[in-house]
Every structure is written in C-alpha cells, then in structure tokens.
C-alpha cells in the first residue's frame, strides 16, 4: 500500500492526486500521516465521502473482490446523493492475483463491467528490493560475464 502512496504522489504534476487512504487497523495511520490525507477504516464510507476516480487495492488476496464491491457501492451512493449523471469512480488497480479463485474474479470483472469501471491487473515488481538490486548491479556491471 505505501509504495502505491508514493507511485500515485509521485505522479501530482501529470494531475493524479491521492486523496484519502483506507486501513482497516485504525491504530496505523502511517500512511496518511505520511502522505496528509484523510484516513477511512470503512471502503464503503470513504467512497460515498470522497470523489474518488481510481483506486488501488493493496489488500490480502482473498479480501479484493469484497473491497471493491464496497468501494462500488459506495461510490454509487455518492453518484445518488450528489445526482451526478455517471459514477466518479473510472478504474481499479488490483495486485496478481486478481481474487483467491477463478469465480471470483470473474465476479469483480462482471461488477467492474456493469459499472463502466476499467480493471488494471499489476503485474510488475518493479518496487519490490530484488528488482530494485538487480537494476543497481547490473547499473554499475557488478557481476561477471553473462553467459547464455
């Protein structure tokens, strides 16, 4: 969750923005006391609070379907309440796995479908401190010859 933090703060001059967090562990706040934004411990109320036009699910594998069906549902009682004609909310970023199971995640694609909202499966590691090693070394050629 925090490296999303930084890649979407990082991302403020090409207009991304974080808005808010959610953690289920009200007691750890590091996230948004890092990053000054407002913290939710219920997915569904952060989406009916805040306008939210992406969100990235950062949880255990097997809560990510039932996270974003909250945050949907959230931002379709937001999208009531305000009477705005479409939904704010546009796309997902889930990490691989999508869900624990196939039925599953066809259940979140048919959810993300029938609400006009885009899934984006991560499949990189790019953050990740192997890869980030592997880049350093092989930068500054610290290894002998490559062999096929």
């Not at 990053?35 to 997915?43: E, G, L």
């Not at 805040?50 to 379709?76: D, K, M, S, W, Y």
């Not at 999208?79 to 999508?98: D, F, N, T």
């Not at 909202?117 to 010859?145: I, K, M, N, T």
């Amino acid at each position: 969750g925090m490296q999303h933090c930084q890649a979407v703060s990082a991302l403020r001059d090409a207009g991304a923005e974080l808005a808010c967090v959610c953690q289920r562990r009200p007691d750890d706040c590091t996230a948004a006391d890092r990053f000054d934004v407002p913290q939710y411990t219920d997915v569904e109320e952060m989406a009916r609070i805040e306008t939210l036009h992406g969100i990235v699910i950062a949880a255990p594998t097997h809560l990510h379907l039932p996270v974003f069906a909250q945050c949907l549902a959230g931002a379709r009682a937001r999208q009531v309440e305000l009477g705005e004609p479409e939904l704010a909310l546009k796309a997902v970023l889930v990490e691989k796995p999508v869900c624990e199971n196939l039925a599953a995640a066809m259940q979140l694609v048919k959810l993300a479908e029938e609400a006009g909202v885009e899934v984006l499966v991560g499949h990189q590691r790019r953050h990740s401190a192997f890869v980030r090693r592997a880049r350093e070394l092989v930068a500054r050629a610290d290894f002998g010859p490559l062999r096929g």
